[in-house]
Nanobody, 115 residues
Framework: QVRLAESGGGLVQAGGSLRLSCAAS????????MAWYRQTPGKQRDLIAI???????NYADSVRGRFTISRNNAKNTVYLQMNSLKPEDTAVYYC?????????WGQGTQVTVSS
């Protein structure tokens, strides 16, 4: 059973930084892309950053230049370094891992940015 365990969310003031981590376990299959999404109440879950198995990255315009996604393939872990946080970054952040055998989600971690 694949499991994605997220950590690192919390409360931070505007302009501050947080680092999210997500560790995947439970499968020996290779992970293709890993990504971070975020969701606010009543809205759809949006892709904000994605990284391929070779390290190619892409970002939503709303976070480009402030957030950095990275991964450690040996540890099946993906990270999201979030700098210059804004109140509009407040959301539940979800980790996603795309395996050959399917697509899996973490449970979500709350990030709250106060003004």
């Amino acid at each position: 059973q694949v499991r994605l365990a997220e950590s690192g969310g919390g409360l931070v003031q505007a302009g501050g930084s947080l680092r999210l981590s997500c560790a995947a376990s439970g499968s020996s299959f290779r992970i293709n892309a890993m990504a971070w999404y975020r969701q606010t109440p009543g809205k759809q879950r949006d892709l904000i950053a994605i990284i391929s198995s070779s390290g190619t990255t892409n970002y939503a315009d709303s976070v480009r230049g402030r957030f950095t996604i990275s991964r450690n393939n040996a540890k099946n872990t993906v990270y999201l370094q979030m700098n210059s946080l804004k109140p509009e970054d407040t959301a539940v952040y979800y980790c996603n891992a795309l395996y050959d055998l399917g697509n899996y989600w973490g449970q979500g971690t709350q990030v709250t940015v106060s003004s």
